[in-house]
């Protein structure tokens, strides 16, 4: 786990449901390069909730146990592989990103590309169906409405 203060201003922290969180967690450290920033278990060791970081952002994770809150909840296999959300992420390397994601065998939705609003972007699945966008576009730059 990081054990570094990661100072963000961001109070908007995305929240997703896993059959598998432990090897969720693994992917998507592995294929997206989030860090675990923490990891809580339950008395048998299962995860229960997790928060991983990837540059100032966070990103919450938890099983998709039985629950009032959970039965608000649908994974993306059960509504025919859509979804209601998905967490965009800019990259500064998006050629290595992409090629990193492709080898740990994300499913790629949207082939990395040139985007006509600036910079380069993909779309990808992953193994439990959620989709993730990554690009170099930064939306926190100045933008020219002229």
């Known amino acids: ?9 961001s109070t908007i922290v995305p929240g997703m449901r896993y059959r598998d969180p432990a090897k969720m967690i693994d992917w998507l450290c592995n294929a997206f390069g989030f860090e675990r920033h923490g990891v809580y278990h339950d008395h048998n060791g299962a995860v229960m909730h997790a928060q991983l970081i990837y540059g100032g ?14 039965k608000h909840f649908a994974q993306p296999d059960e509504i025919g592989g859509r ?18 994601a492709v ?3 994300a499913e ?3 082939p990395l590309a040139e985007k006509p609003y600036g ?11 959620h989709l993730w966008w990554f690009g170099s576009y930064d939306p926190w730059a ?5």
């Open 142 to 146: 100045e933008v020219d409405e002229s």
């Open 108 to 110: 790629i939705i949207d």
């Open 119 to 129: 910079g380069k972007g993909y779309g990808a699945r992953d193994p439990e169906g």
């Open 1 to 9: 786990m990081t054990t570094s203060s990661n100072a963000s201003t």
């Open 83 to 100: 979804e209601t959300q998905t967490c965009s992420i800019t990259v500064a390397d998006c050629d290595a990103h992409y090629a990193k």
């Open 57 to 70: 952002g966070m990103i919450m994770l938890g099983p998709t146990t039985e629950g009032e809150w959970s």
């Open 103 to 105: 080898e740990a065998g």
